[in-house]
């Protein structure tokens, strides 16, 4: 007997699960709309000229070595990401009460500064403390709070189903209704998965009853100037929340907006009521580093840092960037164009009301369900797609693939039933083979006239 004989298998990740179907898909026009990541319009990963540049420079300094970096990461690289936050003109970058902690990723981000809060917010290692979620949400949020130790994490209203779009009352009500001191995972922009952000003015309100009811902010920001194009533009909300006096978390990624992946590079900000409170929080953050990964890789960290610390860099980055968002914003224009143009049922103007990234579709589970069947368009069971993997070779088969789950989902279904009413009664007319139960359990899959004929008898 194994010592690991009764550990459980744990189900697959969703997202990866998805990827690997779609790997053992031999149909010749199968798409991949599941994984987050950005694809050239031939579907290929892109590496942006600015980082294959910045990889030779790195390449070719004789000065850099792989020495142990601080434990909080590459200097350079931690200013420099809090200034891409926060903006060159941050007062609270210049009051000194602005710093950081390098991470593996935007995931690494959002752990460090759960088991801080979980550590040393709202009392000493206090796992009562309400984290409130979006519904819908990222699916590692839950898990990486969860594992951090708090045992009551919630969500918070934020997608209307009827209007596809921001259920604002809903968000606004529960902000209201949330205990003192409970945590608010926000996203930044282009909340995955709806792709649905707050305007300005509604932000304006949810940081206004943020403030009143003290709920801590906790910004999850994974794709600045990969939503819009523009990278002050998709960090508004966060220096708005600044510049009203908030103490603040920022788990900031540079997965998508450098397309560096598999480097893991993440980056905790941490505004602070000032320096002395700065200092403390650090020293903490820390000791929490120290036991999980002990100390940062570099690699990716200086392809940022380099980057955003020249300026002739920088700009090239920025074009980069733009490029990216400006091929997922064409996209949403051309499907929703082929889509209306197929008289498909239903609203699709949310498709170029959302941004990033994800769309939420509105496709149900069974609509989802034939996609992958019927056409091998593979895509979430929430319905959300990822905008990146259409191009303008699959664009034509992917609104026809939608137009058929949402017209002809009926003859999909009616087959199904078909199936199970053969089914149920091929078994029912078996008795003396199975028993009573067994029978019942059959029974369920007739129409209803046919099972209340069966359960008379």
């Known amino acids: 007997m194994s010592v690991f004989g009764d550990v459980p298998l744990a189900p697959p990740v969703a997202v990866f699960k998805l ?14 709309l599941g994984v987050g990541a950005y694809r050239t319009d031939d579907c290929q990963p892109w590496v ?31 200013s420099a990401s809090s200034k891409v936050a926060l903006g060159d003109g941050s007062a609270a970058i210049k ?3 602005v710093g950081g902690v390098q991470a593996l990723g935007g995931t690494g981000a959002l752990r460090i500064g759960a088991e801080f809060l979980r550590r040393w917010y709202n009392g000493v290692n206090n796992t009562a403390t309400p984290v409130y979620v979006s519904a819908p949400t990222w699916e590692n949020h839950n898990s990486v709070f969860a594992d951090a130790g708090f045992k009551d994490i919630r ?15 809903g968000l606004l009500d529960d902000l209201e209704k949330a205990p003192e001191h409970s945590v608010f995972v926000l996203h930044a922009c282009a909340h995955n998965p709806t792709g649905t952000d707050p305007t300005r003015e509604e932000w304006k309100q949810i940081s206004e009853i943020m403030k009143r009811r003290s709920l801590f902010v906790f910004f999850d920001s994974a794709y600045q ?75 990716g960290a200086r392809i940022v840092s380099k980057t955003l610390n020249c300026p002739e860099l920088f700009a090239e980055w920025k074009s980069n960037v ?71 070779s699959n664009i034509d088969y992917i609104a026809q693939s ?56």
């Open 155 to 169: 969500p918070y209203h934020y997608w209307d189903a009827a209007k596809r779009g921001l259920d604002l009352a």
């Open 225 to 299: 100037g990969f939503a819009s194009g523009d990278l002050d533009k998709d960090a508004w909300a966060i220096r708005y929340f600044v510049s009203e006096g908030f103490e603040l978390f920022i788990a900031q990624s540079f997965s998508k907006n450098f397309g560096l992946y598999n480097e893991r590079v993440g980056y905790l900000t941490v505004v602070a009521r000032d320096s002395e409170n700065l200092s403390r929080t650090l020293s903490q953050m820390e000791k929490i580093v120290r036991t999980t990964w002990s100390n940062p890789p570099s690699q």
């Open 322 to 392: 733009k490029t990216m968002a400006d091929r997922v914003l064409l996209m949403r224009d051309q499907l929703k164009a082929k889509l209306q143009a197929l008289g498909t049922p239903g609203t699709w103007d949310h498709i170029t009301q959302q941004i990033g990234m994800f769309s939420f579709t509105g496709l149900n589970p069974k609509q989802v369900e034939y996609m992958i069947a019927e056409k091998h368009v593979y895509l979430m069971a929430s319905g959300r797609i990822n905008m990146c993997g259409l191009t303008t």
């Open 19 to 32: 990827s690997a179907d779609f790997r053992e898909d031999g149909h010749p026009q199968k798409v991949n």
């Open 95 to 97: 009051d000194g009460r």
């Open 48 to 78: 942006l000229p600015v980082v294959k540049k910045v990889e030779r420079l790195i390449v070719e300094d004789a000065g850099l070595n792989h020495e142990y970096l601080p434990i909080l990461g590459l200097p350079e690289f931690r």
């Open 402 to 457: 939608i137009h058929d789950a949402v017209t002809k989902k009926s003859h999909f279904f009616r087959v199904e039933n078909k199936l199970n009413r053969s089914l149920g009664r091929c078994l029912i007319n078996m008795v003396g083979v199975f028993s009573p139960d067994v029978l019942c359990c059959c029974a369920t899959l007739l129409p209803q006239k046919e099972k209340t004929s069966f359960t008379d008898h």
